[in-house]
């Protein structure tokens, strides 16, 4: 949402809104929207109303605003108009990975120096979470969440993955991968696609490590969990890209990148810089800083793959032991995954899942954090910070803690950092 909100400056339009988080609140602020608490006087001096799924129908505020009877629109709904203003439009797709392939394109275009504006689904090291560098062309992620990617009209669609996620949204997996179908088809230009997906869509430039992919990653090598490889297009080697940011998966986003940059005919050259001065997505594999010696680092790991990802990461770069806290996402998510969620964390030796967050649904025992933890042998549970704070006192030099999670344990970790300092 702060994204669109910046978006609409762009446009010259006065913007004004709300958030629970202060300090995205008082970013806001200092590019100009003006920021109120609670719904009753804020919105009747706009003309619109733009509101997040992640507010329930039933919020106050919401409500108010909507009994303005002014023009509202959701976020999904606003992002849609906004890639209408565009003659050129890539969005990027996926399960895991959108935030980062998005914000290694928007470093890619940069270094490319092309005409571009990004809009990008957390806080890119380099940009934000929104930048404007020129109107040639949009780049922004479109999320599956209530089929919402299908609101988009994107000329180069970008999928980089299927996988059950948002289920409670869909009425099987094979529906979700017919609307991911449906997504890439529409596209006016070109798709770039990985896996089962590549299959489905006729002129796709693929990727992955596959010998009959367009855009393959050969020889790659790891150093302190960062990867480099040999960059193959189309049969031919350009030339070795070395990642900055750690983790295999993201060689997987990188080729993506790199295939949707060479549809827009950007040089290899460029392509190989912009992959090399990519900096990383805040809360992906973040150093947060050092508790009793250790290592603590964030990731917004939320799904039971994005997990297995990010322990192997943290596996690759820890010398001591590793210490895990997981904040479960939804109740929903947990629910419908449960058995591939008890399978991941079970191969975790020290974990603490903490309480659910719940974001826009109510409370469900069968998806519950504690009812998780008591199917995960030899784990905690964590109500409180405290909770957290006990179970991180066992770490010392040369071990890692890591926060995983989508939801608001990213905040308490940093809150705990800052008062052990």
């Not at 001096?45 to 507010?55: G, P």
């Not at 519950?368 to 995960?376: G, I, P, Q, Y």
């Amino acid at each position: 949402m702060s994204a669109l909100a910046r978006f609409a400056l762009t446009q010259g339009k006065r913007v004004g809104g709300s958030d629970r988080d202060a300090e995205a609140a008082e970013r806001l602020r200092g590019f100009g929207v003006k920021i109120f608490r609670g719904g009753v006087g804020g919105p009747a001096s706009y003309d619109a109303v733009v509101y997040t799924d992640a507010v329930c129908r039933d919020d106050a505020d919401l409500r108010y605003a909507l009994s303005l009877n002014k023009p509202a629109f959701s976020r999904a709904k606003f992002l849609a108009a906004a890639c209408a203003k565009f003659a050129d439009v890539t969005a990027v797709a996926g399960a895991h990975g959108k935030t980062t392939c998005t914000a290694m394109l928007a470093s890619i275009f940069y270094a490319a120096g092309k005409r571009f504006s990004a809009h990008i689904g957390g806080n890119s090291l380099q940009f934000s979470n929104f930048c404007s560098f020129g109107n040639d062309c949009f780049i922004t992620e479109a999320c599956e969440y209530k089929k919402n990617f299908l609101l988009i009209d994107a000329d180069t669609a970008v999928v980089l993955n299927t996988d059950a996620d948002h289920l409670e949204c869909y009425r099987d997996e094979g529906e979700l991968l017919e609307c991911y179908r449906r997504f890439a088809s529409r596209a006016s230009n070109a798709v770039v696609a990985c896996g089962a997906l590549a299959e489905k869509v006729s002129g796709a430039v693929t990727f992955g490590t596959g010998r009959g992919a367009s855009f393959r990653a050969r020889n790659a090598e790891c150093s302190d969990g960062c990867y480099s490889f040999e960059l193959e297009a189309f049969g031919k080697t350009e030339g070795r890209v070395s990642l900055s940011v750690p983790g295999k998966h993201n060689v997987h986003n990188a080729l993506a990148a790199a295939a949707a940059s060479y549809v827009h005919g950007i040089s290899f050259d460029g392509i190989m810089r912009g992959l090399e001065e990519f900096e990383g997505v805040e809360r992906r594999m973040q150093l947060l800083g050092n508790y009793g010696g250790a290592r603590c680092v964030a990731d917004y790991a939320h799904h039971p793959a994005e997990i297995a990802a990010a322990l192997k990461t943290a596996g690759k770069i820890t010398e001591g032991k590793l210490f895990v806290v997981f904040q479960p996402h939804t109740y929903s998510r947990t629910k419908n995954l449960f058995a591939q969620f008890v399978a991941v964390l079970s191969r975790v030796h020290r974990l603490l899942i903490y309480r659910t967050y719940a974001a826009r649904e109510y409370f469900d025992e069968e998806g519950c954090a504690f009812t998780l933890s008591r199917a995960v042998r030899k784990s905690r549970y964590g109500e409180c910070a405290e909770d957290i704070t006990k179970f991180m006192s066992a770490a010392g030099d040369g071990d890692t803690v890591l926060f995983l999670g989508a939801g608001d344990i990213y905040d308490i970790a940093k809150k705990i950092l800052s008062e052990t300092d």
